[in-house]
């Protein structure tokens, strides 16, 4: 794993938002000069950190869209069968995402055709005509709320508290005071915060 500190974070989640952003306006953004900026960018391309830089399209103004979601099941959770759906889903173009899931169901695909008839043709002609699939549950996309493409590095980051206390104490036995403690560093059999009952209201 690559390790980033507080300005590559800054600088990815910059360059997620806009690649075509130039270097001098991030490096005011940073409050740093330009050479440094360019230099931690092809870090990241050296690396493999930036895998490549797109366009994002706005479906709506180019074409008629319908975003499914199929959940598969296959008949055989073999590894060869695994492998053998996931190399042929690669090949269908109308399939966006494809995760393989843990659960009822194999595999959840993010599915994009133009209207229910195309996705009737694309269902019942090239997924259900794979071999080894055994059933198909679809789920029709009303309105998309949020799609984003961002992926903030800082999220992830153990010693960072994502849910709110309040939320969380709203959990929590009443009538009892909790506070978070952080473990040293050192210890990586703790999780990075734990709750602890400190004394009780009565």
């Known amino acids: 794993m690559v390790k980033l500190d507080a300005i590559d974070k800054r ?9 075509k952003i130039n270097i001098k306006e991030m490096a005011a953004q940073l409050n740093m000069t330009k050479t440094p900026v360019y230099e931690r960018i092809k870090r990241y391309d050296k690396l493999g950190v930036i895998e490549k830089y797109v366009a994002v399209i706005n479906r709506e103004l180019v074409s008629k869209a319908m975003v499914v979601f199929c959940s598969v099941s296959l008949e055989s959770q ?4 695994i492998k053998k759906f996931s190399d042929a889903i690669k090949m269908i173009p109308e399939v966006l995402e494809c995760y393989l899931m843990g659960g009822a169901n194999d595999f959840l695909l993010k599915v994009v055709v133009s209207d229910l008839k195309a996705y009737h043709q694309f ?3 090239k997924l259900a005509a794979l071999p080894n699939v055994g059933q198909i549950k679809s789920t029709f996309v009303l309105h998309e709320i949020k799609r ?3 992926f903030s590095p800082g999220l992830i980051i ?7 206390f309040n939320l969380l104490s ?3 036995p009443k ?3 909790y506070v978070l403690i952080r473990p040293h560093k050192k210890d990586v ?3 990075p915060f734990q709750v602890k009952k400190r004394f009780s209201s009565q």
């Open 170 to 172: 709203s959990f929590l």
């Open 175 to 177: 009538r009892v005071v």
């Open 78 to 81: 073999k590894l060869e069968e």
């Open 123 to 125: 269902s019942s002609g």
């Open 189 to 191: 059999n703790h999780n």
């Open 11 to 19: 600088l990815l989640e910059y360059l997620q938002e806009n690649s």
């Open 148 to 150: 984003s493409t961002v």
């Open 158 to 164: 153990p010693n960072r508290l994502l849910v709110p």
